[in-house]
């Protein structure tokens, strides 16, 4: 493999916003998609996220592809739901979008914490972030199963060098959330102002 995991979507996210400074749905939907082969080398400890990632993106992807003029900036995507008044549904791609980032918001801290404590597991650095991120928007029931799905987390050193490839894996790592966290804080901020950012899982 050229370069780390992150090569790819370290690429991709230049595309993210048009000359303009606007969030694309495209671009943006690419860079979580490029992310997934990351989660796959967690295995069974992050099949949970993993697929509500996955489809969250095909969610807002099949929107997006009904009219890509139309829906070429992300938050076009919420607006149009705001306007029907269906966005607080649970298959709305305002939902979509919320947890979409949420997700992220995880593996950011994830990273994060493989970078800042290079002394704990797998399975503490992941637990760590899901206190910080999602957990206060999860029931009862989503944390009990998060947590034994933590146990699961694969040996920290295996994992580093099989997403390492031939780069430098926590050079990659660390722009990568440099890069990436400034799109979520702006996602946050838009669900917020449209009242949306505070939705907790049914």
Not at 17 to 34: A, H, I, N, R
Not at 100 to 128: G, I, K
């Amino acid at each position: 493999m050229e370069g780390t995991v992150f090569t790819p979507s370290l690429e991709a996210m230049k595309h993210v916003k048009s000359e303009q400074g606007e969030m694309l749905t495209k671009p943006f939907l690419d860079v979580c998609k490029l992310i997934l082969p990351v989660i796959d080398k967690f295995g069974a400890a992050l099949a949970l996220v993993k697929s509500d990632i996955g489809g969250n993106i095909t969610r807002l992807e099949n929107k997006y592809l009904s009219n890509p003029t139309e829906f070429e900036k992300l938050y076009s995507l919420v607006q149009v739901e705001i306007s029907a008044k269906t966005s607080k549904g649970s298959s709305s791609c305002t939902n979509g979008l919320l947890w979409l980032t949420r997700a992220m918001d995880f593996l950011v801290e994830l990273f994060r914490n493989l970078l800042a404590h290079p002394d704990w597991t797998m399975s503490q650095a992941c637990t760590d972030s899901y206190t910080k991120t999602l957990k206060k928007w999860h029931g009862w029931l989503a944390s009990a199963s998060f947590t034994v799905a933590m146990k699961l987390a694969p040996d920290r050193k295996k994992f580093m060098d099989v997403i390492g490839g031939s780069g430098d894996i926590n050079a990659d790592m660390e722009k990568f959330c440099a890069n990436f966290s400034p799109f979520l804080e702006e996602n946050h901020k838009f669900l917020a102002s449209v009242g949306m950012d505070d939705l907790k899982a049914s």
